[in-house]
C-alpha cells in the first residue's frame, strides 16, 4: 500500500503541513513497524514529522499502532511501574536504575525499558549491567520488589529499528515520543515519563489526556525519567488522563547537594548507585520525593 500519500499530507513544510487522523496517523505508523514500506520512504517520514511535529490525535495513532504490536508484559491486575529509558546520561550520572530498585525495594514491580540511540551516552543498560543485572534475554512476569530491564527489540523489533534510524538521518523521530508514553504491559500500568523541553511538556500532556493514561510527568535528568538530584522538579500525574499537579519546580538548587560522582561512566554510577541501596549514601532528595509521589499513586489504584 505505501505510505507515500500520507508523506504528501505531513510533508509540506512547517506551515503548509496539514495534521493526520489518529486513524490515518495508526495506520501509517503500522506500515513502519510491520516493514511493509521502503527505507527512502520511512526516511521521509522521521524528516516530514521532525519539520512540522506530531499532533496529539497523531501521537495517540501512532501508540494506537504500537501497542497493537507489541509483545506485551505479562503482569496480571496489578499496576507496574514502567520506566522508560531512552535518552542516557551527558553530563550527569544515570540514576535512572537507582529510582528503579529504590522502588522495587519498596515492594513495586518496575519495568524499565529502552535501548542506546546515540554513541556518546552512557544508558540505563550499561549501568544495570555494572550493577550486575543483564536485561532481559526474553519477555516473562515481573514480580513484586522485582526491577527489570527488557531492550526495546524484545517489545517489538519494528519499533527498535525505527529509533535507529537515528543514526542514520541524525534527528530524532516520532519513536523517541512514543516509546516515552507507551504502556507495555498486558495489565495496568503506571508510565514514569519525561521531557527534555517545555514544548514537549505541552504535547506529551496533551497526548497522556488524549489516550487516558495513567502516568508521572517531569522534567528529568537531561531525558531521562529520574529527577535531576540538585533540584526538585515539577511533577504532575494522569489518572485515566485527568491531570493532577503533585509538585511545583524548586527555584534554584537545593540547600544541601548530594555527593555525586564527577565522573558519568557506567561504572562511577554503579558505585554510587550501591552505595546509596546499601545505606552508605543517602538518597538524593528530589529522586525521594519522586519515588513517594509514585507510591501514592500506585496505592491509589
Known amino acids: ?6 508523506i504528501k499530507e505531513i510533508g509540506r513544510g512547517k506551515d503548509g503541513a496539514r495534521p493526520l487522523s489518529r486513524e490515518q496517523a495508526a495506520d501509517l505508523m503500522g506500515q513502519v513497524l510491520d516493514g511493509t514500506v521502503t527505507d527512502l520512504e520511512v526516511g521521509g517520514f522521521c524528516l516530514a514529522m521532525r519539520i512540522k511535529g506530531e499532533t496529539p490525535d497523531e501521537m495517540a495513532g501512532f501508540l494506537d499502532a504500537a501497542h497493537a504490536r507489541l509483545q506485551r508484559v505479562p503482569t496480571g491486575a496489578r499496576t507496574t511501574v514502567v520506566i522508560p529509558s531512552y535518552n542516557g546520561a551527558r553530563k550527569l550520572p544515570g540514576l535512572t536504575p537507582l529510582l528503579a530498585l529504590l522502588l522495587a525495594r519498596r515492594g513495586a514491580a518496575v519495568v524499565v525499558h529502552g535501548t542506546p540511540t546515540e554513541e556518546k ?26 526491577a527489570v530491564f527488557l531492550p526495546t527489540e524484545l517489545l517489538c523489533p519494528g519499533l527498535k529499528r525505527l529509533l535507529d534510524v537515528r543514526r542514520t538521518v541524525g534527528l530524532r523521530n516520532p519513536a523517541h515520543s512514543l516509546v516515552k508514553l507507551m504502556n507495555p504491559c498486558s495489565g495496568p500500568a503506571l508510565v514514569v515519563s519525561s ?8 504535547s506529551m500532556a496533551e497526548t497522556f489526556e488524549r489516550i487516558g493514561a495513567h502516568a508521572l510527568l517531569l522534567r528529568g535528568t537531561e531525558g531521562e525519567p529520574v529527577a535531576d538530584a540538585r533540584r526538585l522538579p515539577r511533577i504532575e500525574s494522569f489518572r485515566d488522563g485527568q491531570r493532577h499537579l503533585l509538585q511545583e519546580a524548586q527555584s534554584g538548587p537545593l540547600a544541601a547537594l548530594p555527593d555525586l560522582p564527577v565522573q558519568t561512566d557506567a561504572a562511577s554510577t554503579a558505585a554510587y548507585s550501591q552505595a546509596v541501596l546499601d545505606g552508605s549514601l543517602p538518597v538524593p532528595v528530589p529522586i525521594a520525593q519522586q519515588m513517594e509521589h509514585i507510591l501514592r499513586e500506585l496505592a491509589s489504584t
Not at 521531557?195 to 505541552?202: D, F, L
Open 1 to 6: 500500500m505505501g505510505i507515500s500519500h500520507y
Open 121 to 146: 551516552r552512557v544508558f540505563a543498560a550499561d549501568v544495570f549491567a555494572a550493577l550486575g543485572r543483564a536485561p532481559l534475554p526474553a519477555i516473562g512476569p515481573v514480580r513484586a520488589g522485582e
Open 195 to 202: 521531557y527534555t523541553h517545555p514544548e514537549y511538556a505541552v
